[in-house]
Nanobody
Framework: QVQLVESGGGLVQAGGSLRLSCAAS????????MAWYRQAPGKQRELVAT???????NYADSVKGRFTISRDNAENTVYLQMNSLKLEDTAVYYC??????????????WGQGTQVTVSS
């Protein structure tokens, strides 16, 4: 089985920083891409940032210039460095991985989510 475990969420004041981590484990053969999503209360889940195995990144317009996604391929871990946090960044952040298992099945996996709360 494959598991994604997020960590690093918490309470931070507006303008502060936080770094999220997501570690993938299990019968993984290849990770093609990883991403961070978030879901605020009463809103749909939205894509925040993605990174491919080759290091290409994409960001939602709302976080460009403030958030940075990175990846440690050797550790199957993805990070989200969040700077200049705003109140509207408050959400549950979810890790997603596009990967193939050692059984030859490729699909997306989700983490349980980690809460990020930005206070004024």
């Amino acid at each position: 089985q494959v598991q994604l475990v997020e960590s690093g969420g918490g309470l931070v004041q507006a303008g502060g920083s936080l770094r999220l981590s997501c570690a993938a484990s299990g019968s993984i053969a290849v990770i093609y891409a990883m991403a961070w999503y978030r879901q605020a209360p009463g809103k749909q889940r939205e894509l925040v940032a993605t990174i491919t195995s080759g290091g290409s990144t994409n960001y939602a317009d709302s976080v460009k210039g403030r958030f940075t996604i990175s990846r440690d391929n050797a550790e199957n871990t993805v990070y989200l460095q969040m700077n200049s946090l705003k109140l509207e960044d408050t959400a549950v952040y979810y890790c997603n991985a596009d990967l193939a298992t050692r059984w030859g099945i490729r699909r997306n996996y989700w983490g349980q989510g980690t809460q990020v709360t930005v206070s004024s």
